[in-house]
């Protein structure tokens, strides 16, 4: 059975990775305008998420603007919108089930197997959750690198990777780092124990009857 500063270990890092899952799937510099070919002197900044597009200009004027239609979106926009929303509840389920689990709690009765059972189910649910965010990261960044290389693309709509796709990243490995640890807590089957075998035969008498 996992010890308690593996439990604390996982959790803190399962902590820290819904809190960068956050930040990134809000801050919109999931990609920013690349600086290739002749565009290369510009005095504004691009920067586009899954919520709204900003232009940072020279003078520090920050202009964002969300996004006015779902529908207007394209489908890898759409889709890493869903799996980073489902990545963020999954990871704070699976962390409110890991934290009745854990030794250092009251929650989840006394049974350390019942308990260890239900950290490990929390742990599962964090997996899940990260793996949900590193499918949206994948497909986002996929999605990136091939207009980055498409010929038909004009040279001053080109992004490359942005902040907000790292700390994104960075999230989700912290996710399932923790989730893993947690996950650690599955109790074992306990060995039966040795107990010496009794003969089921009458002991003889030392005496003879004639």
Known sequence: MANKGLQMFGFILAILGIIGLIAGTILPQWKMSAY?????????????????????QSTGQIQCKVYDSILQLDSALQATRAL???????????????????????????????????AMIGGIILVVGALCSMVACGWFTNQIVRDFYNPFTPVNTKYEFGSAIFIAWAGAFLDVVGGGMLAASCPRGKPSPNYPVKSSRAPSSSKEYV
């Open 36 to 56: 290739v070919g002749d565009n290369i002197i510009t005095a504004i900044a691009m920067y586009s998420g899954l919520w709204m597009s900003c232009a940072f």
């Open 84 to 118: 980073m929303v489902l990545a963020i509840i999954l990871s704070v389920m699976g962390l409110g089930v890991a934290s009745m689990g854990m030794k250092c709690t009251n929650c989840g009765g006394d049974d350390k197997a019942k308990k260890a059972r239900i």
